[in-house]
């Protein structure tokens, strides 16, 4: 990210962040049974069902239905039976962003620098079989295979905004589960105080690994209490399809409060550590890019503005919300600490 555009502001207000209550966790599941259900139809495949598509090497460059989920489009911007704004954190009703524009606008360096060549480039990832090691300050660490992981949870939509920190941003309806539940199943030591993700390493599948723009593997980390958070999720597709490639398949961490790099793509370990990974921005450039990367529109980029966003899809820019539109759920994380000086 070390070439990023530079984006001028405008302005448009999204709605307030919103509630994490039980009962509209509740009522939120509720709305989502019919597509969790589909959901269970494409679980078919996932589990190993008859309907199973080529699970033996699944492409990076072809997406599969996941179940029903949303068709590929956006519906119509704030849709909801009552008229009034939904307030739900788990699922936004903003605009969501075209499937075309999230599978084709990208940043996935080890595919490409710009943001077309990680779509061109996602067939070369082999998909399956996917194995995560799931290790480090745990009682129960595990190499799962993917599909046995999606066997253990079942599949939510979200539809989370996410803002990348060159100061554009989506709307994403993803499918996946919270990370919390994988991480209580792997029973975290007393030690345990973050978690790190690491990004497949491979050069052929990911050619981008042959140049040093960033170390590789490409390597990012949470709190644990931000990885339990219930707005953390690990994501293995989006508009009711697998991901492809592009977007991190077969599996990668969304945490929509942050910006869009903490989301590791392409996952293949969850590590519980006592001490502060690693993470790749930070590591290439500490002045730029903070461990916790809050999004927070009044600390700039040393080198552009974060008060607004270009919403992808969209002329006029609009305000940046602290934490994303999340600081209700979220805010709370980080009460007593120096925004400024974590960032
Ligand atoms: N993960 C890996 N392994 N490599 C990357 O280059 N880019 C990050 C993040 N995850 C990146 C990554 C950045 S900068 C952003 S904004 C998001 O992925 C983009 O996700 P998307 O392409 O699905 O929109």
């Not at 139809?41 to 008859?50: F, I, P, Q, S």
């Not at 849709?79 to 903003?94: C, I, K, L, N, Y």
């Not at 075309?100 to 943001?115: A, R």
């Given at each position: 990210m070390s070439k990023l555009p530079k984006e001028p502001p405008a302005g448009e207000i999204t709605p307030p962040a919103l509630y994490l209550r039980r009962r509209e966790l509740l009522k939120s599941a509720a709305l989502f049974a019919g597509t969790a259900?589909?959901?269970?139809?494409?679980?078919?495949?996932?589990?190993?069902?008859?309907?199973?598509?080529?699970?033996?090497g699944a492409p990076g460059g072809e997406a599969t239905p996941l179940g029903?989920?949303?068709?590929?489009?956006?519906?119509?911007?704030?849709?909801?039976?009552?008229?009034?704004?939904?307030?739900?954190?788990?699922?936004?009703?903003?605009a969501r962003t075209s499937y075309?524009?999230?599978?084709?606008?990208?940043?996935?360096?080890?595919?490409?620098?710009?943001?077309s060549e990680p779509a061109r480039n996602a067939g070369r990832l082999r998909l399956r079989p996917w194995a995560i090691a799931c290790e480090g300050e745990v009682k129960k660490p595990e190499v799962v295979d993917l599909d046995t992981l999606l066997r253990w949870f079942p599949l939510e939509e979200r539809v989370y905004r996410m803002r990348c920190v060159e100061a554009w941003s989506m709307v994403i309806p993803w499918l996946g589960f919270p990370l919390g539940a994988l991480l209580r199943r792997l029973e975290p030591t007393s030690r345990a105080r973050y978690v790190q993700f690491t990004t497949l390493l491979d050069r052929e599948q990911l050619p981008g690994q042959r140049s040093d723009v960033l170390e590789w593997p490409y390597v990012e980390g949470l709190r644990i209490d931000e990885a339990m958070h219930p707005l953390t999720m690990l994501a293995v597709g989006l508009y009711g399809k697998t991901l492809l490639g592009q977007n991190g398949a077969p599996i990668r961490l969304v945490v929509p409060w942050k910006y869009g790099f903490k989301g590791c793509k392409?996952?293949?370990?969850?590590?519980?550590?006592?001490?502060?990974p690693a993470t790749s921005w930070s590591r290439a450039a500490p002045d730029e890019y903070g461990f916790y990367a809050n999004v927070n529109p009044a600390v700039d980029h040393p080198r552009w503005?974060?008060?607004?966003?270009?919403?992808?899809?969209?002329?006029?820019?609009?305000?940046?919300?602290?934490?994303?539109?999340?600081?209700?759920?979220?805010?709370?994380?980080?009460?007593?600490?120096?925004?400024?000086?974590s960032f």
């Open positions: 259900s589909a959901i269970g139809g494409g679980l078919v495949w996932l589990t190993g069902g008859a309907a199973r598509p080529s699970a033996a029903a989920g949303a068709p590929p489009g956006p519906p119509a911007a704030g849709a909801s039976s009552s008229g009034t704004r939904s307030r739900d954190p788990f699922v936004t009703d903003e075309e524009d999230i599978v084709s606008y990208n940043n996935f360096y080890e595919l490409g620098l710009s943001k392409s996952i293949v370990s969850i590590k519980l550590t006592e001490r502060q503005s974060q008060a607004t966003e270009r919403r992808i899809g969209e002329l006029r820019r609009r305000p940046t919300l602290p934490f994303n539109g999340y600081a209700e759920e979220v805010a709370g994380l980080y009460s007593g600490m120096d925004l400024r000086e």
